[in-house]
């Protein structure tokens, strides 16, 4: 079964809910939406595809790195593949800690290292209706 | 020896496929497999040097290549 990899829309709510203790003070949910704008040319919606099994086991090798940097930390993420149209989020990670500067540490790490490593690809539908692979210039 | 070469995304679609098998020496490398890849199917897409992936873990071209690995080359990533 994959953990970290769904086709389906994501759940903030029940990432809250599965990082959820009574010892976490603090609670940070980050989620990477689609975005859209003139600049970039007015983008439909995005077509996400992976590496499946080595996506997974970076997003997990990522997580239990941070579990490791943040003592008593609790984390969920989530990778949307497929279609995801502008203005729904591709990417969700919940943390939490006993308090709240660990929790936005951790939480900028999961995503940055995801962004840096995890073998996932966009293919951006533009307005027109012209496709094209997302190389991103920076991290 | 054979090993099992994925290729993905942008890569994939130049090439026509997603997987290949070559029949390389025993001792190859993985930059071996890339000069065999080159000369079954349209690499050009491909960098002289593309990230490469062993077995699910990030390799070097000069890594040893053992009798059915799998062998990913990875465009530039975009997840998150």
Known sequence: MPRYLTDEPLDPARLLAEVASPGCGGTVLFLGTVRSSEEDGDIEGIDYSAYHEMAEAEIARIVD????????ARMAARHRLGWVSAGEASVAIAVACPHRA???????????????????????????GATRWVEPAHA | ?????????????????????????????????LTALRTQVDASRLPP????????????????????DEVAFIPPVAGG
């Not at chain 1, 790195?65 to 008593?72: L, M, N, V």
């Not at chain 2, 040097?49 to 059915?68: I, Q």
């Open chain 1, 102 to 128: 660990d929790a936005y540490a951790a939480s900028r790490f999961v995503i940055d290292e995801i962004k840096r490593s995890v073998p996932i690809w966009k293919r951006e539908r533009l307005a027109s």
């Open chain 2, 49 to 68: 040097s593309p990230l490469v992936a062993v077995n699910r873990r990030y390799a070097k071209g000069e890594l040893a290549l053992a009798d059915g």
């Open chain 1, 65 to 72: 790195e941070a579990r490791q940097r943040w003592a008593g």
């Open chain 2, 1 to 33: 020896m054979k090993v099992h070469v994925r290729l993905f995304a942008s890569y994939a679609e130049a090439a026509g496929r997603s997987e290949v098998v070559l029949e390389l020496p025993d001792g190859s490398r993985v930059a071996d497999a």
